[in-house]
DNA sequence: GAGTGGTCTAGACCACTCG
DNA sequence: GAGTGGTCTAGACCACTCG
């Protein structure tokens, strides 16, 4: 077991729990290392780690500083599909919906090996005649052997994964990009080639296992996320 | 100069320029040291970086590989804009700095008067010769007078309205839309007409007024938004 | 079994901050 | 000048892949 991650999730807890104080910093890394009893080297990976996860920030010659609240977490939640799925006017299409073998690149995403059996789906969601977002889901199949065999036009993988299937869904990881759509998403979308989209990539853990990995494209010119908070 | 930057850009032109195949690994970590005469670990570095921001995978055992261009993604964090100027390279230019008329539009957001006086803000942030991000700011000037007295090259509006202003704010609105540039803004980032982008609009309150109202048009191509949640 | 990436050590020198 | 983070070295052992 490395020893990294535990001196992350050590700093973690004593961040959220207001263990060290805004605008002063962190125990330095030589501190840090003797008192988890590593090298430098190993404190530094765990803080690197937080200072890309957002947790903190360094300064050279000054010390290592914990990020203020408002910027630590997400800043966009993402409405769930669910309520989607339920609105009268909104429709899923399922253009595909296979066992296919890993590539790659899906393989390492998903932590399985190359080849080994992946649940594809490929949906398209409307609002009336509108098209909005394209859907592009592998599944891990082993995990979820049976998913394909229910309606996905009308259930959602989440409900099927939790409440078919039994599985736990820990953590959600994901990033927003804004891309230009290409001619198979434009023509899906019914929207100019190059028209600017939100890419939605979202990866679902189960414990250390994972579960599925989703992008979404979202036409820009019909979506925008919408947030507020005190500062 | 440190040597890792230089080991990630020659790997990433030879990614970009087709050298590697897709499928077949990279030379090995060892190799890639002897290559460019550094440690295994500094060429890790290198590669660490180039996995983060989506052009290679590595496998365990395997080796390390290019990535699909479906996958590949500019992963730069968002931060705190007082973060950002602190980074050496970091900078940013004020392109323009002037108490204006309040525009219909702008009055609206605000909620002044049209006509009243508003401090405009244009500037570009930039990362090392890379420009980033645009922003146009309006501030309501009855409520920060002196803003324009401070070198906003330097000081972040949000640090001079709270830490010399003393104005209290109390609630943030915001809302994230895909975009493609227009001509004015895909000049000043330098990327084609009609690239994507994130437009970031943001509205920060005192209580009951409003104080400042901001866009931020961010490339598309280098930033992403990061997130993860339990469910 | 040879080779790969994952982790870790115990040093070293540097640029930078801060009182 | 003392302390900080940034970078780098030359090793080491491990889990894993693959032919």
């Not at 080849?115 to 082993?142: C, M, T």
């Amino acid at each position: 077991m490395a020893k990294y991650p535990l001196i992350k999730t050590t700093l973690k807890e004593r961040l959220l729990g207001g263990h060290y104080v805004e605008g002063l910093p962190l125990p330095s890394e030589p501190q840090l290392a003797r008192e988890f009893e590593v090298s430098r080297m190993t404190a530094r990976r765990a803080i690197d780690e937080l200072e890309r996860e957002g947790y903190v920030y360094r300064v050279q010659g000054a010390g290592t500083f914990p990020t203020g609240k408002r910027f630590r977490q997400g800043m966009f939640r993402v409405r769930p599909f669910k309520e989607w799925a339920r609105h009268p006017e909104h429709r899923t299409v399922v253009l595909r919906a296979v066992e296919v073998a890993a590539s790659p690149e899906i393989a390492a995403v998903l932590q399985v090996q190359s080849g080994d059996k992946v649940a594809f789906v490929h949906r398209l969601r409307s609002a009336g005649d509108e098209p909005l977002v394209i859907e592009k889901r592998y599944i891990n199949a082993q995990l979820a052997p049976t998913l394909l065999d229910h309606n996905l036009a009308v259930e959602s993988v989440h409900e099927v994964l939790v409440g078919r299937l039994g599985l736990a869904l820990t953590r959600v990881e994901q990033t927003l990009e804004a891309v230009n759509l290409r001619q198979e998403e434009a023509d899906l979308l019914r929207v100019p080639l190059g028209t600017a989209a939100f890419l939605l990539r979202r990866t679902t853990f189960g414990g250390m296992q994972r579960i599925s990995y989703v992008n979404y494209w979202v036409r820009g010119d019909r979506y925008a996320f919408q947030d507020s908070f005190e500062p």
